[in-house]
Nanobody
Framework: QVQLVESGGGSVQAGGSLKLSCAAS?????????IHWYRQAPGDEREEREL??????????RYADAVKGRFTISEDNDKNIIDLQMNNLKTQDTAVYYC??????????????WGQGTQVTVSS
């Protein structure tokens, strides 16, 4: 199983920066193929969570168009920490940000694990 713990959320004015971190741990953390950052905007349902960025074990990185050029995802494999550096934040970036990981469970089946989320609030 895998546990994900996010940190680094907070409140910032538009144009500011924040760095989110996701610490991954657990018995099957070495099987994780991709780590994702999602966000859920105020009023949205869980099913409407938006993929912000992700990074695969091979190093393939994706960004949502809305954050390209402003957000940077990176990983520290030794520490199993995945960071999301967010610069030039906009009010529309306000959301709860979730770390998610695609990993095997103890039975060898692929499963999506989720963190508890961290709030990011950007004011004008």
């Amino acid at each position: 199983q895998v546990q994900l713990v996010e940190s680094g959320g907070g409140s910032v004015q538009a144009g500011g920066s924040l760095k989110l971190s996701c610490a991954a741990s657990g018995a099957t953390v070495s099987t994780c193929t991709t780590i994702h950052w999602y966000r859920q905007a105020p009023g949205d349902e869980r099913e409407e969570r938006e993929l912000v960025s992700d990074i695969s074990r091979e190093g393939t990185i994706r960004y949502a168009d809305a954050v390209k050029g402003r957000f940077t995802i990176s990983e520290d494999n030794d520490k199993n920490i995945i960071d999301l550096q967010m610069n030039n934040l906009k009010t529309q970036d306000t959301a709860v940000y979730y770390c998610a990981a695609t990993c095997q469970n103890i039975n060898g089946r692929l499963k999506q694990y989720w963190g508890q989320g961290t709030q990011v609030t950007v004011s004008s």
